[in-house]
């Protein structure tokens, strides 16, 4: 099994347990707070290095979301082209 499709079988198992059924929106929401974070520390003049490494943060998970993002809908995919409504593991 490559990379991608464990990622994918790791975000079904997550989804089954959450209530968003998206691991890729926990992501999302994630990194929207951290920009809010961001926001705030920009507006009250923090220092360069704590902005930056927050920036930073923010760059990375918008990868990992577009990673996992992509290993979800492959996941769709085998799903719909599995017959008999099972489900692949």
């Known amino acids: 099994m490559n990379v991608m499709n464990e990622v994918g079988v790791l975000c079904q198992k997550y989804n089954e347990f ?4 998206s691991f890729a ?9 951290s920009e809010l974070h961001l926001e705030t520390l920009q507006a009250n003049g923090a220092a ?3 902005i930056n490494a927050i920036a930073e943060k923010i760059r ?3 990868h990992e979301e577009g990673v ?3 290993a979800e809908d492959a996941m769709k995919q085998k ?3 599995i017959p008999s409504g099972r489900q692949y593991h």
């Not at 959450?18 to 059924?21: C, F, V, W």
């Not at 999302?28 to 707070?33: D, E, P, V, Y």
């Open 48 to 50: 360069t290095e704590a």
């Open 25 to 33: 929106a926990q992501i999302l929401k994630t990194i929207r707070l």
């Open 18 to 21: 959450s209530l968003s059924r």
């Open 68 to 70: 996992v993002k992509n």
């Open 79 to 81: 799903a719909r082209l």
């Open 60 to 62: 990375a998970m918008r």
